[in-house]
């Protein structure tokens, strides 16, 4: 990822709508160069893509894979679905919690870790999940995702 600028935000805008694609897609080519979608790129993607703020906010807001701050130099994303549920996700979700002091869709004050909920990562027979740095985890416990963290030196 790169740090966000408009010239560079402006461009992959630009580049998505010509190519015949969605604000989803303009949204996601945000996201996989800066990371998140930056305050300023929202009049440009209500410009290009003719939609309201409120259009466009509501994609960010509904997907979670599209965020408005910048994430942390890493991301775990515990599964919270029912699935890894019956299997202990919610302990591990607790026990990442008071690791860290953080609860779900908070960032860390130095910028080290951010912390998410995610449901479903198609790991289901093998939960409890994670994404960590965007790499599956599975069958997760304390001790497992401890290490990890420690790995991560977060």
């Not at 935000?9 to 969605?22: D, N, P």
């Not at 509501?58 to 701050?69: E, L, P």
């Not at 080290?112 to 069958?139: K, M, S």
Request: charged content about 25%; proline content about 3%.
């Amino acid at each position: 990822m790169t740090r966000w600028n408009e010239k560079t935000s402006r461009a992959l805008i630009e580049e998505t709508h010509k190519r015949g694609e969605t604000l989803t897609m303009a949204l996601r080519a945000q996201v996989d160069a800066f990371g998140y979608v930056d305050e300023a790129a929202i009049t440009p993607l209500m410009q290009t893509f003719a939609r309201s703020r409120a259009e466009v906010l509501g994609v960010i807001a509904y997907y979670d894979d599209f965020r408005t701050t910048a994430p942390g130099r890493h991301v775990v994303r515990l599964c919270q679905a029912e699935a890894c549920q019956a299997v202990g996700a919610r302990e591990l979700t607790a026990h990442m919690c008071e690791k860290t002091g953080l609860t779900l869709g908070q960032t860390s004050a130095d910028g080290a870790l951010t912390l998410e909920g995610v449901y479903c990562l198609g790991l289901c027979a093998n939960g409890p999940a994670a994404l960590i740095d965007d790499r599956p985890v599975a069958e997760l416990d304390e001790n497992r995702l401890d290490t990890m963290l420690d790995e991560l030196k977060v």
